[in-house]
Every structure is written in C-alpha cells, then in structure tokens.
C-alpha cells in the first residue's frame, strides 16, 4: 500500500510500503479517512528522534486518525462495519502490571503508532483491536474525529487537575494542545480560562471560543493580567502547555493558594524548579503523560455540541500533498494551529 515513510531525519517519501497485518478475533480492520499532523511526527521528521525513541529505519508516520471500518474479527460485537470511527493509538500489555491497575498510558511496553519501531497509520488502511476504536456521534465528521487524540491530552490534563465549578483557569501555550487544554477546561466547569503566548493570531483563535482572555505575554505580563482579573488572588488551575523552559519554571507566579500546576508541555530540557514558591502556596502539582479512559466522554462532549473543535482545522492537504503538509507544518504560520492530511473520502 501507498504509505507516507519518514526514511531518515530530514527525508520523506510517498512509496509503497509492504504491511501485513492479520485481523484477530477482536480486531477490526479500518480505511483511514483524516489524519492529523502532530508536533512529534514534525520532531521525527526534522530531528529523527524524540529522548529514547529514535529513528533507525524507515517508518511510517501519523497517529492522529479517523476512518471507516472495512471488516471486523470474529468476536467484535460493538462495531460493525461501516462504522464511522477514531482510534486510540496506544495498544498496551493487556498483562502488564500498570494497565492492570487501569494505568495503561504508563505501560512501558505500550505499542503507540509512528512510535519506533511501531509503523503509524498515513496509509490507506490498518488493523486494530476493537477496544481502542470508537465510534463517531452522527454529528462528528471525520476531520473532528481525527482531533480526539490531542483532544484527549486536554481532557486528561483537565481530570488531573480535578477542577472545581467556576474555577478560573491560566493555559501557557496556544498551540494545539494548549487550544483543546482550554476546551476541556472549559467544559470541565471553569467559568474562564486566560491563555498566554507570543502569537496574536492563535490568542486571536482562543478568544472566539468560549470565555477566554488571550495575554500577549510579548507585551503584558501575564501575572498581572492574571492577578487584576482575580482581585489579586490568583488562578487555580496552569496548564502549562507550552514546553517553554522559563514558562515552565515561571508557573507559581500567577497561582492562587492551594492551586493546582498541570505540567502538559514537555521541555526539551531540564527546567529550574523554585520549590519554596510551590510550598508557600501549598500547590499542587500534578504531570500527565498521554492520557487514558478518556475517549468516550471527549467524543461525548463533541457530539453533543458542547465541546468544537472545528475552528482549531485551519489547513488540510490531501494524501498525494502529504509531504508537502508536512513541511508547512514544520514552518507554520501564525495562523495555523492544525494541519491535517485527508487520506481519502467516501
């Protein structure tokens, strides 16, 4: 099948690529409709490695997806075929001592696509289990689908931080895990969220999607912003997002008493931590890797209209553009915030 292969650091191509992949019992077979491009498919591509997981072969990318399902193993009985749906990309250890305790995205041994060795998904088709495949609400197209995965990023951020009705939320970083970190927070009961980067078109974007107050932080300080519009007291919740090192280490800040730090963003290197600001406000400081046990209800929140992320899908190219979508995406715009491939339509 036609794949998009990431041959070395800094070289793609648009090839046939040999892939066999039986269907199991509780496996279902899928043709891929839209993938969405991922920050770390871009690091793939330009640096040919991300910490541990490097790239020594060729490997195709993509985990961002949604398709159609073409046929299903022996003893599926919650899909059919037809089935519009969206994929978990992890497959963890079924045995394996975290996904046991119900923390499968810590599983060591999990199998998450355009990970190497594991081949990702910009092909025309996939086999994967049942369990992590779910199927879209009527209301949800393919392009929405394939945003479940960063979405669920936001979402399991937004249960880590356990929000409280009314919570007033700060998210550092307007990039696309920042935009659906501000969602989910939205629709995990904060009555606001302040959003803070250095590009106006995105805070532009964050501002026409719910009560959020973008902070240029280029030009305003956003703990001040942040303290004058809770009477100096603080915010509750930061979701830092961004991966910057000084806004990393800069988060304690603009935090209420006995608030809560989200650590999103993952810096590309060592961050100076000030444990005497955390403890004189007593925070709470929670990390998130992935997510897990989120699906349903980002794809519930989605279908009833109450979360959109439509407004984030600001430049989609088509299968034979693939590699022409990823450049643009390793040099966007301002004004882009996600780009998405379209592998095929029905």
């Known amino acids: 099948m036609k794949a998009l292969v990431l041959e070395r650091k800094g070289e793609l191509s648009l090839r046939d690529y040999n892939i066999e992949e039986q269907l199991g019992p509780h496996d279902v077979r899928i043709d891929l409709r ?6 770390s498919d871009v690091h793939y591509y330009e640096h040919g490695s991300i910490g541990q997981f490097v790239v020594r072969e060729p490997m195709i990318l993509g985990h961002e997806a949604s398709g159609v399902i073409t046929e299903v193993g022996s003893e599926v009985d919650n899909l059919q075929v037809g089935d519009r749906v969206c994929m978990e990309p992890g497959i963890p250890d079924p045995n394996s001592r975290p996904t046991r305790l119900g923390l499968y995205n810590l599983d060591p041994a999990v199998r998450f696509w355009a990970t190497p060795p594991v081949h990702g998904i910009l092909r025309p088709s996939v086999v994967h289990p049942a369990a992590f495949t779910f199927k879209l609400p009527e209301t949800v197209s393919y392009a929405e689908g394939a945003m479940v995965e960063p979405l669920a990023v936001g979402m399991h951020a937004a249960n880590k931080a356990k929000i409280k009705p009314g919570d007033v939320a700060v998210v550092i970083g307007a990039g696309p895990i920042g ?10 009961g904060c009555a606001s969220v302040i959003m803070s980067d250095v590009a106006q078109p995105k805070l532009d974007l964050a501002a026409k999607l719910g009560p959020i107050t973008p902070v240029n932080v280029a030009k305003q300080s956003l703990t001040e912003v942040v303290m004058d519009l809770t009477d100096n007291w603080g915010a ?20 209420a008493p006995a608030g809560c730090v989200v650590y999103v963003g993952m810096p590309m290197n060592p961050i100076s931590f000030d444990v005497v600001a955390a403890q004189v406000k007593e925070a709470r400081i929670e990390t998130i890797f992935r997510y897990a046990h989120v699906y349903p209800k980002a794809l519930a929140l989605m279908g009833s209209g109450q979360l959109n992320v439509k407004p984030l899908i600001t430049d989609t190219f088509g299968f034979e553009d693939s590699i022409k979508a990823f450049d643009y995406a390793a040099h966007m715009p301002p004004t882009s915030v996600k780009v998405q ?6």
């Open 34 to 39: 839209t993938v969405g491009v991922c920050g």
């Open 236 to 255: 509750d919740i930061i979701f830092e997002c961004s991966g910057n090192e000084k806004a990393a280490a800069d988060v304690f800040a603009p935090l």
């Open 179 to 188: 935009m659906v970190t501000a969602l989910a927070a939205l629709a995990g």
């Open 341 to 346: 491939i379209e592998v095929a339509k029905d």
